[in-house]
């Protein structure tokens, strides 16, 4: 099998209910974790020219987006975990990369209904717009209506598809690799070590999408810019192509920091639940 001698069979519901679990689990810790760092990468890719940027309020919106951050995580590994190990079994061992990538992609599209008005209300808060998350969305729905909620969604399935995909895949390819080598099951601060590499050398991969993403949510009403290209045309015209590199130092280190802590909950948590499945197994 593909993925270290995983069994060929599985339980579809039961993946997904240990993959919903871990996956909430380990989302809320990483986004409690490391929001400030997330709060000043924002901060700074939506200040314009030489705008200061606020360190007052670094956990603003912080209760608000944990709500939407634990049911979006556990839809999405809820979703990877089952069509990953579908997909293993439907591709030759040497695809394996192909799995993951689509996989991931595919979480990212179910999750990305809960991630997208979670973020835009988040990063409304981050930015001084709003002071309650429930404030946030009631007035964006006012103003802009439901479609605001989902503000930039374009410009967030560009970022975040090819980042889940491009993230889960170097993650679970370094892990079969350094399984080979080793001929053992991986331990936790090495599960950590490999969620760290694959989310800071992804994170700075996908910046340039990640602050398009950014201008177009928390402009709101604003007509600053037309769409994702518009956005593209506009910062490289008025800003240089320095600007699509704006935040990447936090960004690196909020997502390669949010890999490990990421990861190395989600294996754990996997591992918890397994062999409390086994043991009622058991005892049956």
């Not at 061992?93 to 979480?107: C, R, V």
């Amino acid at each position: 099998m593909g993925e270290g001698g995983e069994e060929k069979s599985f339980n579809f519901l039961q993946v997904l209910l240990e993959g919903s679990i871990a996956g909430g689990t380990a989302g809320v810790v990483v986004e409690t974790a490391l929001y400030p760092i997330d709060t000043i990468k924002t901060r700074l890719q939506a200040a314009r020219g030489g705008s200061r940027i606020e360190w007052k309020g670094l956990y603003s919106g912080l209760a608000g987006n944990l709500a939407g951050v634990l049911p979006a995580s556990a839809i999405f590994v809820g979703v990877y975990e089952p069509t990953k190990r579908k997909l293993l079994e439907t591709l030759p061992e040497n695809l394996s990369a192909i799995a993951h990538f689509t996989a991931g992609a595919i979480g990212g599209i179910a999750a990305s209904l809960v991630r997208v008005p979670t973020e835009v209300v988040k990063q409304r808060m981050q930015t001084g717009q709003f002071k309650k998350a429930p404030d946030a969305v009631r007035l964006i729905v006012a103003k802009e209506g439901f479609k605001g909620l989902y503000a930039g969604y374009g410009s967030f399935l560009l970022r975040d598809l090819p980042f889940d995909a491009i993230q889960f895949c170097i993650y679970e390819q370094l892990r079969i690799g350094y399984k080979l080598v080793a001929k053992r099951e991986l331990n936790d601060p090495e599960n950590a070590l490999i969620g760290a590499f694959a989310g800071a050398i992804t994170g700075a991969i996908t910046t340039p999408l990640d602050v398009m993403k950014t201008r177009l949510m928390v402009q709101g009403q604003g007509t600053q810019y037309a769409g994702i290209v518009n956005c593209a045309q506009t910062i490289l015209r008025e800003e240089g192509p320095r600007a699509f590199l704006k935040g990447i130092e936090p960004r690196v280190l909020w997502i390669g920091i949010g890999g490990s802590i990421f990861f190395g909950v989600l294996e754990k948590t996997k591992s918890m639940l397994a062999e409390r499945r086994n043991r009622d197994l058991k005892d049956e």
